[in-house]
């Protein structure tokens, strides 16, 4: 009923960017928090950067000052713009998003199927 959809992973090359989008669809009646979670082979899942539906950002120490997440609420899109990126942020990425569905009584959260990030040369 409540999808989550990422796209914009692959392989980059040191130093450079992508743009991950993650788009809610479904029978929704709201979207509050919005995050991004990766995980590295043989690691935990690892929350990488959290907005709140009024815009506040929330990011994990390793990715300050190179990533930016952001969010479309008409959309119920988010998006993670990775910048400087290095072989360490190699991972899967996941959208996580808490959604009150249609019909429902609160919030729940959300899971996307995750998008491959590779960065090497």
């Known amino acids: 009923q409540v999808q989550l959809a990422e796209s914009g992973g692959g392989l980059v090359q040191p130093g450079g960017s992508l743009r991950l989008s993650c788009a809610a669809s479904?029978?929704?009646?709201?979207?509050?928090?919005m995050d991004w979670y990766r995980q590295a082979p043989g690691k935990q899942r690892e929350l990488v950067a959290t907005?709140?539906?009024?815009?506040?950002?929330n990011y994990a120490d390793f990715v300050k000052g190179r990533f930016t997440i952001s969010r479309d609420n008409a959309k119920n899109t988010v998006y993670l713009q990775m910048n400087s990126l290095k072989p360490d942020d190699t991972a899967v990425y996941y959208c996580?998003?808490?959604?009150?569905?249609?019909?429902?009584?609160?919030?729940?959260?959300?899971w996307g199927q995750g998008t491959q990030v590779t960065v090497s040369s």
């Open positions: 996580n998003a808490s959604i009150w569905p249609s019909g429902g009584y609160r919030f729940r959260p959300y």
């Open positions: 907005i709140t539906s009024s815009g506040i950002t």
């Open positions: 479904g029978r929704i009646f709201s979207v509050n928090t």
